[in-house]
């Protein structure tokens, strides 16, 4: 879903074609290696937009002794669905990490709704943490468990708060940039 709101937001700028956009996201830092992203997986998602009806293809710029390339355009129903897309990001995971494409294209959506689905991960953490917690302090093992089993509690305490933090950290900035 990301590298589809990647286009769609692009699109929603400017009319462009696929290599275009894979060289924007390889300069100056290469996300496309990053992400893994080749050629063939970004004209799939170029396909699966068209088929969907969410853009569709300009014009076809010929060159001589160069490829073909095919200009896209959003269509209205892509201009509609792109905040939805970003929402819908943003409500299914709980993994910063796999938002940062929502972040850079925050300026398509209410950043209050998504100060508010933010807070409720930070919610939705806290709880998730005060339940291991309680599973953990309830868990008996003989001796040579006891270990491992200290240091899984610890991890797992210490990565959901750093979640937390984060997520908080995120929010301040959001909520510091909409006033």
Same mark, same amino acid.
């Given at each position: ?58 014009? %076809?710029? #010929? *060159? ?26 943003? *409500? ?7 938002? $940062? %494409? ?18 409720? #991960? ?16 309830? %868990? ?23 979640? $937390? ?7 301040? #900035? ?6």
């Amino acid at each position: 879903m990301s590298i589809q709101i990647y286009i769609l937001s692009k699109l929603i700028e400017e009319d462009n074609y696929p290599y275009k956009l894979k060289k924007e996201l390889s300069e100056p830092i290469p996300f496309d290696k990053m992400a893994n992203l080749t050629e063939s997986k970004l004209y799939y998602h170029f396909e699966s937009l068209t088929k969907q009806g969410l853009i569709e293809p300009l014009e %076809v710029i #010929k *060159e001589e002794n160069r490829p073909d390339k095919q200009v896209f355009a959003i269509t209205d129903k892509g201009r509609e669905q792109l905040p939805e897309k970003i929402y819908q990001m943003f *409500e299914k995971t709980n993994i910063l990490a796999e938002m $940062i %494409v929502g972040l850079m294209f925050l300026r398509h959506v209410e950043q209050s709704r998504i100060i508010r689905i933010l807070e409720e #991960k930070v919610d939705y953490l806290r709880s998730k943490q005060s339940r291991y917690k309680e599973i953990y302090g309830q %868990v008996r093992v003989d001796d040579n468990l006891q270990e491992m089993l200290e240091f899984s509690e610890s991890y797992l305490s210490d990565t959901i708060t750093k979640d $937390i933090f984060w997520f908080e950290k995120l929010i301040g #900035k959001l909520k510091n940039s909409c006033e």
